[in-house]
């Protein structure tokens, strides 16, 4: 009885089970589709993702590498100078730096060393002269600043190349190099100014090297560019010294420039020592850029103003002094005192400088003076700038340095025409009164461009 009845359970029950899973057998089936669905849809998702990401490294990859040859390329270009023209700045040598300006990255080792990655800086300048005057042989040709022949010609002028390199944010190197034909014909190269610059403020910036000595104001407003300059040549009195110049435009050395605290006054100074220039033989070069020819050392101080209540105007001193020793005769001590002042405006410029050569032998009361001045006035039409200078030179007939100079004086009517930038286009006349000479009349025609 209870073995029956147990059967009947059981079978009951088995049944019951039974009924039960076919019962839920499609809900099973959908939930295992659904399960694996669900599963590739995830699988899916992640192949997805993966792409995703590798796509976004990828992109990002690619980015990084266009910012990096951007940077690089602003990093070689924003050094480039600017070929806009502008006024020569009154100022010796270079300006200091600026207080409160931002400076320069320091450059790693690798850059200083990689020479793919120059820190040079290069601006180039040239001029073509068309030339002829009524002179006999050879002498100083104010229409083109230089010696001249007996000849009309048309005369390449010097190639200036102006190179630059801003080693560190107070540390700066500065050079001319200049290929210059020589009345044999021939170019002749030479390095004009040389000068490792360390420049911590406005009130103390020294160089040291070749310099442009501070003697009045000229010398270290125009370099050797006559496209920065209006006149087609510098000065009788500016010359260079391998032109026939009568003044130590250069000099090796150390050369010390600041502010002075004078609040609008605008104070500066400079102070000088150099080799100062060669005297022995006039067959030497006049610079002594490696050995001096005595122990005495040159030393020029210079002051000057630039108050801000009227821009634009300068006015300073200057004196130098130095020991020559000529062969022959008694050593010389000679003294140069200079005063200018000078007013120069984008449209308009007038200069005015005054000098004074003294050249005394030691051990007599025989004294030499030279005297000498010049001014120039100019004023800017548009692209035209006419222009006029008297420039004036009295030197004695048996001066010890520079004997064959004498007295020379005279006007020079011009007109500068800038037809770019980049380029100008000049036409002087020059009438030169010379002692002992019949008077000179030249006329000069002159290419000058910058690059």
Known sequence: MFSSSWSIVGVSKDRFAG?????????????????????????AQEASLADADKQTIELLVRRIDQLEA??????????????AKTDPAPTPQAEPATVGKEPPTEPTESQRLDVGTTLLNIRGFGDITFHGDTAKGGHFDPGIGTLAGNTTSFS?????????????????????????AGLDNSFGVDVER????????DYFNVSVGRYHTALGYYNTAYHHSTWLQTTTGRPFLFAFEDSGGILPIHNVG??????????????HYVAEVGNGRASSSPNLEAVQN???????????????????????????FSVYHDHLTPIG??????????????????????????????????????????PGFYTQLSKRFGSYRPYFRYQYVNASDVEPVFPQVGLMRGPSFGLRYDPSESVTLKLQYDYTDMRHQTPINGVATQLGFTF
Not at 19 to 43: E, T, W
Not at 70 to 83: I, N, T
Not at 163 to 170: F, G, L, N, P, Q
Not at 338 to 353: D, Q, T
């Open 290 to 316: 490696r050995v001096d020819e005595n122990n005495g050392k040159s030393f020029n101080l210079a002051l000057y103003v630039r108050p801000s209540a009227v821009r634009g105007l300068q006015t300073g």
């Open 156 to 180: 390449l002028g010097q190639l200036d190349l102006f190179v630059t390199s801003d080693i560190s944010d107070k540390f700066k190197f500065l050079s001319e190099i200049v290929f210059e």
């Open 19 to 43: 009924r039960m899973v076919g019962k839920h057998i499609p809900h099973i089936a959908i939930l295992i589709v659904v399960a694996i669905l669900m599963a590739g849809s995830v699988q």
């Open 329 to 370: 005769l008694p050593n010389i001590s000679e003294n140069i005192f200079a005063v200018h002042a000078v007013f120069i405006r984008p449209s308009f410029e007038w200069l005015n400088e005054t000098m004074l050569i003294r050249h005394a032998l030691n051990g007599t009361s025989r004294a030499f003076n030279t």
């Open 70 to 83: 951007r940077v690089a390329q602003l990093e070689a270009g924003k050094s480039q100078p600017s070929g």
């Open 254 to 267: 150390v050369s010390v420039t600041g502010l002075i605290p004078s609040g609008d006054l605008g104070l």
């Open 194 to 201: 040389y000068l490792l610059q360390y420049s911590p403020n």
